[in-house]
C-alpha cells in the first residue's frame, strides 16, 4: 500500500504563489500517473492537474490553467504543484493521488485509487 504525505501548503494572499509537494512511499513510483485535487468547505473533491507516469504529459482542469504547474521527481519519488496567480477560490485542501493501475494515461479522474492526508491552501483576498 503506497503512502502519500504532502507539504507546502499554508496562507498567502492573492497574487501569491504557494509549492506543494507529495512524496509517495515504496518502488516503483515513476511506473504511476499522479495526480493533484482539492476540497473546498461545502464543496465535492475536484480534479486539478495530473501527470503521466512517462512526465512528458499534463492535464490541467480550466481553472487553474497557465497558472498551476504540475512535475515531478522520479528520483525522489516526488510530485509538485507549483500555484502561481493564486486567487481566493483556489482556498482548499489540496491532495495527492496516484493512479489505481501502472503505465496508465493519467487523463480519467475516477482512476486514480490511493490518497494523502491533504495540505490546507487558503487564499485571502
Known amino acids: 500500500q503506497v503512502q502519500l504525505v504532502e507539504s507546502g501548503g499554508g496562507l498567502v494572499q492573492a497574487g501569491g504563489s504557494l509549492r506543494l509537494s507529495c512524496v509517495a512511499s515504496?518502488?516503483?513510483?515513476?511506473?504511476?500517473?499522479m495526480g493533484w485535487f482539492r476540497q473546498a468547505p461545502g464543496k465535492e473533491r475536484e480534479f486539478v492537474a495530473a501527470?503521466?507516469?512517462?512526465?512528458?504529459?499534463?492535464y490541467y482542469a480550466d481553472s487553474v490553467k497557465g497558472r498551476f504547474t504540475i512535475s515531478r521527481d522520479n528520483a525522489k519519488n516526488a510530485v509538485y504543484l507549483q500555484m502561481n496567480s493564486l486567487k481566493p477560490e483556489d482556498t482548499a485542501v489540496y491532495y495527492c493521488?496516484?493512479?489505481?493501475?501502472?503505465?496508465?494515461?493519467?487523463?480519467?479522474?475516477?482512476?486514480?485509487?490511493?490518497w494523502g492526508q491533504g495540505t490546507q491552501v487558503t487564499v485571502s483576498s
Open positions: 501527470i503521466r507516469w512517462s512526465g512528458g504529459i499534463t
Open positions: 515504496g518502488r516503483a513510483f515513476s511506473s504511476y500517473s
Open positions: 493521488a496516484r493512479e489505481r493501475e501502472p503505465y496508465g494515461r493519467g487523463d480519467d479522474v475516477h482512476g486514480f485509487g490511493s
